[in-house]
């Protein structure tokens, strides 16, 4: 299956510091989304890409697809204890069917 | 709008035992799925459907069947637990075709094998 690797694995951060993680495929992406998992929940989405260069804010949350399609980014800004949780990225490869492929997870706890 | 559900939250198997794990959603979705999320690693697609009547294979189908009679349901059946089942499973549905429609999970099922 496609391989998607996202890093880093883990990070622990003082409140009102900023955040940055990303994720990495081997083949070209058409889309990317930004997922974050509460303990015991399913995912929920946080910000979906679906143009190479694209730029997307969802409050303090900020995305980018990258221009080479194999990649894509996610910051936080000014984290806050209700940032904790763990974060995937997810994509649909150009060839992939009907599937989307999810990264290994960034788990983020936030010290107060 | 209850969005996607599924029953039950928890469920502990002995080996060889069959179950069946529910997934409705209420969104009118075509597309439905199910993924397994083990420790350390992402969600894995097991099956997953595009709309009623049509079913097809995921990344990790061994062991597990699948129906898609409506649209609102697409229950998931394990017809012989095994350990390696154990795992907690999400279902998903969405408008279109993955790749161009964003995806809702369920709250999951925390499924033990012993």
């Known amino acids: 299956g496609q391989q998607l690797n996202q890093s880093p694995q883990s990070m622990f951060i003082q409140e009102g510091e900023d955040v940055s993680m990303n994720c990495t495929s081997s083949?070209?992406?058409?889309?990317w989304l930004w997922y974050k998992q509460d303990p015991g929940e399913g995912p929920v989405l946080l910000i979906a890409?679906?143009?190479?260069?694209e730029l997307t804010s969802n409050g303090r949350l900020t995305a980018q697809f990258g221009i080479t399609r194999k990649d894509s980014f996610l910051n936080i800004s000014a984290s806050i204890p209700s940032d904790v949780g763990i974060y995937f990225c997810?994509?649909?490869?150009?060839?992939?069917?009907?599937?989307?492929?999810f990264g290994t997870g960034t788990s983020l706890t936030v010290i107060p | 709008n209850a969005g996607v559900t599924q029953t039950p939250k928890f469920q502990v198997l002995k080996t060889g035992q069959s179950m069946t794990l529910q997934c409705a959603q209420d969104m009118n979705h075509e597309y439905m799925s199910w993924y397994r999320q083990d420790p350390g690693m992402g969600l894995r697609l097991i099956h997953y459907?595009?709309?009623?009547?049509?079913?097809d294979q995921g990344e990790v189908p061994n062991g597990y069947n699948v129906s898609r009679s409506t649209t609102e349901d697409f229950p998931l059946r394990l017809l012989s637990a095994a350990p390696s089942q154990t795992s907690v499973y999400f279902c998903?549905?969405?408008?279109?075709?993955?790749?161009?429609?964003?995806?809702?999970f369920g709250p999951g099922t925390r499924l033990t094998v012993l």
């Open positions: 998903a549905s969405s408008w279109g075709l993955a790749g161009v429609a964003e995806q809702f």
């Open positions: 890409l679906y143009k190479a260069g």
């Open positions: 997810a994509g649909h490869p150009i060839k992939g069917g009907n599937q989307f492929y």
């Open positions: 083949s070209i992406f058409n889309t």
């Open positions: 459907s595009v709309g009623a009547g049509i079913t």
